[in-house]
């Protein structure tokens, strides 16, 4: 059974980008900070959409802030 996991790194991002806050960058791609909180833990996978806007905010290209693991398991 393969496990699929996307990941980020949106805390770093928004540690680089004047230590924007997850209030900040929620406010800029219009979702609520408990939206970033969750996608930033992996407990929640943005739509495309989102994940555009989230890459616009800081940017950089979406492979840049989303990168999708996928490993067999044995």
Same mark, same amino acid.
């Given at each position: 059974?393969?496990?699929?996991?996307?990941?980020?790194?949106?805390?770093?991002?928004?540690?680089?980008?004047?230590?924007?806050?997850?209030?900040?960058? +929620?406010?800029?791609?219009?979702?609520?900070?408990?939206?970033?909180? +969750?996608?930033?833990?992996?407990?929640?996978?943005?739509?495309?959409?989102?994940?555009?806007?989230? +890459?616009?905010?800081?940017?950089?290209?979406?492979?840049?802030?989303?990168?999708?693991?996928?490993?067999? +398991?044995?």
């Amino acid at each position: 059974m393969a496990k699929h996991k996307i990941s980020n790194k949106i805390r770093t991002l928004r540690f680089m980008k004047d230590e924007m806050t997850q209030q900040q960058l +929620a406010e800029q791609v219009d979702v609520t900070r408990q939206t970033i909180v +969750a996608i930033e833990k992996g407990k929640y996978s943005p739509s495309l959409e989102l994940a555009f806007r989230i +890459a616009q905010v800081f940017e950089v290209p979406l492979h840049e802030v989303f990168s999708y693991d996928d490993q067999e +398991a044995s």
